[in-house]
């Protein structure tokens, strides 16, 4: 009897021994380091909008793609004001892109976009000395970002000439749409309102008008240095109030361009004047372009 009684206890003393040490490996104890085991993979892990990576919040430029500004692409600016008797040396210069510039693959240069350059040299009127301005335009800025370049001077116009190219030469009729009315473009090239088809002096159809500006096949000029499409760029460019062979001065009467850029020194752009200062009021416009190789532009 007490034989039996043994067996049972130490039955009962096994089983209670067992189900704890299956509960120790189940439910470790209170402040026990557990061991990691292999990772479970639960497929991408998508970062929630509060928990971006800082590069992206401190740099949103940093995820977009780098595209090419092609050599021969025309670069529609209008100035801040300019004088040879106000600027010096070295001094900062700025101006401003006034139409979406189209590029290849779908990109473009933004209205608003920034073109900064530097006064290269001045020499003021004396008795005997015409008075220069030298210019470099050779920056563009756009998401924030700086993209160095090379550019010359294809053509440059007054604020006067710039205004007057933005005006319709008649006023609307009872039944008229304002953007419908024809205006004339700096060099001659007539838009036949907004939207509607350019054509040069011949009456041929060069391109069309779009937001801001037009799009056309750039021709050379003949008797002057401006040329067509250079470097296999043939692409529509962006002109603004500017005909599809505009080339010099425009509005300037003592003034010529007596250095484009296209030759050594590169990229500088030497006005001079035969009558007082070099002057050039706020609102001017010029054509640049972008000379050499090509060039990075964030989208």
């Given at each position: 009897m007490n034989s039996q009684r043994n067996i049972r206890c130490s039955s009962l003393r096994l089983w209670v021994l067992c189900a704890t040490v299956i509960a120790?490996?189940?439910?470790?104890?209170?402040?026990?380091?557990?061991?990691?085991?292999?990772?479970?993979?639960?497929?991408?892990?998508?970062?929630?909008?509060?928990?971006?990576?800082?590069?992206?919040?401190?740099?949103?430029?940093?995820?977009?793609?780098?595209?090419?500004?092609?050599?021969?692409?025309?670069?529609?600016?209008?100035?801040?004001?300019?004088?040879?008797?106000?600027?010096?040396?070295?001094?900062?210069?700025?101006?401003?892109?006034?139409?979406?510039v189209p590029l290849a693959n779908g990109a473009t240069?933004?209205?608003?976009?920034?073109?900064?350059?530097?006064?290269?040299?001045?020499?003021?009127a004396t008795p005997g000395n015409k008075a220069t301005l030298a210019l470099v335009f050779d920056t563009v800025v756009q998401h924030g970002q700086s993209i160095p370049f090379?550019?010359?001077?294809?053509?440059?116009?007054?604020?006067?000439e710039v205004e007057s190219a933005?005006?319709?030469?008649t006023g609307p009729g009872e039944s008229d749409v304002y953007d419908w009315l024809s205006t004339t473009q700096v060099g001659g090239d007539?838009?036949?309102?907004?939207w509607g088809q350019v054509t040069n002096g011949a009456g041929v159809v060069v391109g069309r008008s779009v937001n801001n500006g037009v799009l056309v096949q750039v021709s050379a000029k003949i008797g002057t240095?401006?040329?067509?499409?250079?470097?296999?760029?043939?692409?529509?460019?962006?002109?603004?109030?500017?005909?599809?062979?505009?080339?010099?001065?425009?509005g300037f009467p003592h003034l010529t361009i007596s250095h484009a850029g296209r030759t050594e020194p590169m990229g500088e752009i030497v006005l001079t004047s035969d009558e007082?200062?070099?002057?050039?009021?706020s609102g001017s416009g010029m054509l640049l372009r972008v000379e050499g190789r090509s060039h990075h532009l964030p989208r």
């Open positions: 120790s490996c189940i439910v470790p104890e209170a402040g026990a380091q557990t061991s990691p085991g292999p990772p479970i993979s639960a497929g991408p892990q998508l970062p929630s909008p509060s928990r971006q990576p800082s590069t992206i919040q401190n740099n949103p430029q940093s995820t977009r793609p780098e595209i090419t500004i092609p050599a021969g692409t025309i670069l529609p600016v209008r100035l801040a004001a300019l004088s040879s008797s106000k600027r010096k040396t070295g001094e900062l210069i700025k101006a401003t892109i006034m139409q979406d240069i933004r209205t608003g976009a920034r073109v900064l350059g530097h006064v290269a040299d001045v020499n003021p090379v550019t010359n001077l294809r053509a440059l116009a007054s604020a006067l933005q005006t319709p030469k007539v838009v036949y309102g907004k240095a401006c040329r067509g499409a250079i470097e296999g760029n043939d692409r529509p460019q962006a002109l603004w109030v500017f005909s599809s062979d505009a080339c010099g001065a425009y007082g200062p070099v002057k050039i009021r």
